[in-house]
Nanobody
Framework: QVQLVESGGGLVQAGGSLRLSCAASGRTFSSNAMGWFRQAPGEQRECVAALNWRGTRTYYADSVKGRFTVSRDNAKNTVYLQMNSLKPEDTAVYYC??????????????????WGQGTQVTVSS
C-alpha cells in the first residue's frame, strides 16, 4: 500500500519555525517530483513549494519565497518543508504529494496523484 505520511505540524507563534516531513512507503518516489500544498478553511488548495526528482529545481509560491525551503532525501524516501518566519496567514492544513512525472510542471494539484493525509499548521499572532 502506497502511503505519504506528513508530520511536524503544530501550533507556533508568529515568527517561529516548523519543519514538516513527508515519509513515503510502499514504493519509491525518487523519480517523481514532489510538492507541498496547503489549504486554509474556505480557500482553494495551493502549491507552496515543489521540487523535481533530483531536488535541483524548485518552485515556491510568492507568499512563501525567502521563508520556506523544500528539500528531499531520496535515500530516505522523504521530503521536507522548512518553514521560517511563520505568519498567521500560513495557517492551513499542509499536504505533501507526488507528481506524475519527474519535472516541476505547473504546480497544479491535478498533476499530483499521491497525497498524504495532511498535517495542521497553526500560527498564532
Amino acid at each position: 500500500q502506497v502511503q505519504l505520511v506528513e508530520s511536524g505540524g503544530g501550533l507556533v507563534q508568529a515568527g517561529g519555525s516548523l519543519r514538516l516531513s513527508c515519509a513515503a512507503s510502499g514504493r519509491t518516489f525518487s523519480s517523481n517530483a514532489m510538492g507541498w500544498f496547503r489549504q486554509a478553511p474556505g480557500e482553494q488548495r495551493e502549491c507552496v513549494a515543489a521540487l523535481n526528482w533530483r531536488g535541483t529545481r524548485t518552485y515556491y509560491a510568492d507568499s512563501v519565497k525567502g521563508r520556506f525551503t523544500v528539500s528531499r532525501d531520496n535515500a530516505k524516501n522523504t521530503v521536507y518543508l522548512q518553514m521560517n518566519s511563520l505568519k498567521p496567514e500560513d495557517t492551513a492544513v499542509y499536504y505533501c504529494a507526488a507528481r506524475v512525472s519527474a519535472g516541476l510542471g505547473d504546480a497544479k494539484s491535478e498533476e499530483y496523484y499521491y497525497w498524504g493525509q495532511g498535517t495542521q499548521v497553526t500560527v498564532s499572532s
